[in-house]
């Protein structure tokens, strides 16, 4: 007899669902059979959706669902359209993208260091860096203040974990999760960065604080290293024709002697 579909999903399923199911279509009488399948398949779609739902991250889950919920609502304020939470909601929407305002921005820029600053202890207020953009969230304090759900991109740019979903450790390409490098991401990978940096950019209580830039006295301090090491280098090949040259009149002396 040819086993029905449901069979393929055996492995995967509970031992009482699958004894329940290899009882019912292989023990019962035949005739009976037609009766059992609907409570067959209900049960087997029961226990197959169990099994999908327990692989889901329920906390990403709900992150994605209430970001893009707030995205809706910005959309709704920003660009009058009582209709933007369905293409939103169902993930078939385009990101809004960010037009940099360079002539002012260029002028708002916070360094690593002190975005690291930003973590919330002490009275710090809450930052987080999102391809280079940095925003204070720190309205959104029971999200990302200490020991909540979000607390992890504080104080940092991990916009490689914006798009992964990955919050510690290292992801599926061996980079670290709370990263800002980018490579080796999918385009549905860096298309959730952008969901989570509009959600940064049109939100009503969260603000644009500046460009994420290297210190500018790290910068130089490299540059004065770089500089001393070349100056080395040149002292130490003008040394050596020094030394090259008068080996070659010590040589010339000796023949003419």
């Not at 999102?130 to 991109?153: N, P, T």
């Not at 939100?203 to 500046?210: A, E, I, N, Q, R």
Request: aromatic residues 10%; contains cysteine; proline residues 4%.
């Amino acid at each position: 007899a040819v086993q029905p579909d449901i069979y393929q999903y055996l492995p995967h399923l509970p031992l009482p669902l699958r004894r329940t199911i290899n009882w019912s279509f292989n023990d019962i009488h035949p005739i009976n059979k037609k009766n059992m399948a609907v409570p067959i398949w209900i049960a087997a779609t029961v226990g197959v959706t169990g099994v999908l739902l327990s692989r889901v991250d329920y906390n990403m889950f709900f992150m994605k669902f209430f970001r893009n919920l707030s995205r809706s609502k910005a959309r709704a304020r920003l660009h009058n359209n009582k209709y933007a939470i369905i293409p939103v909601m169902l993930g078939i929407e385009e990101p809004i993208k960010i037009q940099d305002d360079l002539d002012a921005e260029n002028r708002m820029t916070i360094t690593r260091e002190e975005l690291e600053e930003m973590d919330g202890f002490d009275g710090a207020p809450l930052y987080l860096s999102i391809r280079g953009r940095v925003y204070d969230v720190s309205a959104g304090e029971r999200f990302y203040g200490e020991g909540k759900e979000y607390h992890e991109w504080v104080g940092k740019d991990a916009s490689r974990s914006f798009g992964t979903g990955c919050r510690g450790g290292y992801d599926r390409t061996g980079m670290e999760c709370l990263s800002e490098s980018l490579d080796g991401l999918t385009e549905k990978e860096l298309k959730e960065i952008d969901r989570w940096l509009e959600l940064y950019e049109t939100h009503d209580k969260y603000t644009f604080v500046g460009h994420l830039v290297e210190d500018p006295i790290n910068d130089i301090l490299e540059r004065v290293e770089e500089e001393d090491a070349k100056e080395g280098e040149e002292a130490g090949d003008k040394s050596s024709d020094d030394t090259a040259q008068e080996e070659s009149e010590e040589e010339e002396v000796e023949v003419l002697g």
